[in-house]
Structure formats: structure tokens, C-alpha cells
């Protein structure tokens, strides 16, 4: 979901490599192949080969209610294999940068700064979080940039934005929490903030989110506000943890105000990032990189 728009932005400027597990995909004017983050001696082989200036490690296991099923596994990939990836890359003296998680933290309070000490309340944000210490480990060149998003994943796969906008689009009312916080940005804003750290050289722990935070009943709202104009109801209803599923932190929207005082760079809007996606979504669809 975020490799791809990284890519598509990257590649006017820099030589750009990106790499698949299962599902093989293509960009044009970007260098695509296979790779498992959890074969050590496979990353290391195409590292070598491709001498990397920059890695930016987007690769993971997102899924949190199956890294609940599957705490190994999630940690295998999240943790594991950012250990692998970040060592190799560092061996190589490449920038890393590792994208984090929201989730690192226990939800409590909200408004978390980088000076907050996460608490994660599931596996997913707990091999997230080992991740970031594996990555302090083993480079000197890193940047940690914790975040939430939403964007659009490349078929097979299908995420929860497409899934939010088609159930809208059946007109069957929905739920929504109310009390439920997040900060996210589309994956093109995203990548855009991302490049221009990595531009600027920066290394450290940064927080990326939007602007303002927005409970899962406003940010769906916002959703079909901009991709109505006949969209279902939406019912908001206060928050609960949903048996048999992993455990969800209620609050975790970011403060980003270092990245602002130490860059200068603006925090992107909410509604901005909704209307890029609806062309984007548009314009791949065109290409036939999306479904409909």
C-alpha cells in the first residue's frame, strides 16, 4: 500500500528498486523482484548486488488479527526481519528508514509525542516496537518514522479503504466508533513526507500524522463525503473491543510538532489526502493497476 506509491514518486528522480514477496507487480521505470525480509541470505545477496544508497523497510505483516493468531509469525516478519534488513543495510552504510507504528502504544491518552513511552496492547504493535529496537541496533543511519495510513493496496489485494468505500456504496448502514482517535495520512502524502526526509538526510524518531485527529465515524463521514454525492448511513456508536479479535488501543493519534520545528515540513490535511486518493484511484484504475 505504501511501497508502491513511494516508487511511483521516487522514480522521476532516483534509480529505484522495489521488492515483492508472493504477489508479483510491476511500475514502470522502477527495477521489481521477489524477496522473503525473513531469508537472511537472500537480502543479503540482492543488497550486495544492488549497493543501495537509501532502504526504506515498508515491508510487514499488517494484519493485526492475524499476528494475534500468529505472534511468531508476526514477529518473524515485524521484528526479525527488520533485524536482518536493517544489519545488511547498515553493512552497506545505506540510510534506513523504518516505518513504525501507531500501535506502539496503549491508546490510554492519545496525542502521543516521541517522548511518550509506548505500551502496545496486541502482538502487531509489539513486533512493530521490537522492530524499532532491532533497527536501533544495528544502524546509525536510521530514521524511524512512526505513522497510520490509508491508500490503495495493488489487486489481489484489496485493504480497508476500498472495502469502506464499497460498503458505502451498497447503501447498507454502517458503524462507526466515535470515541476511537487516529491521525492518518494517505499513502501519497506519506511518501511524500518520507522523500523529503530522506532528501534532508534526517535520522531519528519522528511521529507522522495529519494535522488534526479524527475518530473512525468522523474519518468515514469524510470518506463518503467525498466519494458520495448517495452513500449508506453511517451510525456512530461509542467504542468497544470486539470479541475474537485483537485487542484495539481506543486513542492513538500522534503529535507531530518536532518533525515541523526540525524540518519545517507542513503536516498534509485529512480532506486533501481523500480527494488525491479519489484521483489517484481514478487514474490507476485508467492504467489498470487498481480495481474499480
Request: proline share 5%.
Amino acid at each position: 500500500m505504501l511501497g508502491h506509491c513511494l516508487m511511483r514518486l521516487a522514480r522521476s528522480q532516483h534509480e529505484v528498486w522495489g521488492n515483492y514477496h508472493t504477489h508479483p507487480v510491476d511500475i514502470p521505470g522502477c527495477s521489481m523482484f521477489a524477496m522473503d525480509v525473513t531469508d537472511e541470505a537472500e537480502v543479503k545477496t540482492r543488497f550486495k548486488a544492488i549497493k543501495p544508497d537509501v532502504v526504506i523497510h515498508t515491508a510487514g505483516l499488517t494484519d493485526v488479527d492475524e499476528c494475534e493468531r500468529s505472534p511468531d509469525k508476526a514477529k518473524s516478519i515485524n521484528s526479525e526481519g527488520t533485524r536482518r534488513t536493517a544489519s545488511i543495510a547498515a553493512a552497506l552504510d545505506a540510510h534506513f528508514v523504518y516505518i513504525s507504528s501507531d500501535y506502539v502504544f496503549d491508546g490510554a491518552k492519545g496525542n502521543y509525542s516521541e517522548q511518550d513511552s509506548p505500551g502496545p496492547v496486541n502482538h502487531y504493535g509489539r513486533s512493530k516496537l521490537l522492530g524499532e529496537e532491532y533497527a536501533r541496533q544495528a544502524c546509525s543511519r536510521l530514521l524511524i518514522v512512526r505513522t497510520t495510513m490509508f491508500g490503495l493496496k495493488i489487486p489481489p489485494q484489496a485493504g480497508l479503504m476500498e472495502s469502506l468505500v464499497k460498503a458505502l456504496s451498497r447503501h447498507n448502514p454502517l458503524m462507526r466508533f466515535t470515541d476511537q482517535y487516529f491521525t492518518p495520512l494517505y499513502t501519497r502524502q506519506l511518501s511524500d513526507l518520507i522523500l523529503q526526509l530522506v532528501e534532508l538526510g534526517v535520522t531519528g524518531l519522528f511521529h507522522v500524522g495529519a494535522m488534526e485527529k479524527v475518530s473512525r465515524f468522523e474519518f468515514a463521514q469524510q470518506v463518503a463525503d467525498v466519494f458520495g454525492p448517495v452513500c449508506a448511513e453511517i451510525r456512530p456508536v461509542p467504542f468497544r473491543q470486539i470479541d475474537g479479535l485483537a485487542m484495539r488501543p481506543k486513542d492513538t493519534s500522534l503529535a507531530s510538532r518536532m518533525i515541523v520545528e526540525r524540518t519545517g515540513i507542513q503536516l498534509p490535511d485529512l480532506r486533501v489526502g481523500l480527494l488525491q486518493l479519489k484521483q489517484d484511484w481514478e487514474m490507476m484504475m485508467k492504467e489498470g493497476m487498481v480495481n474499480p
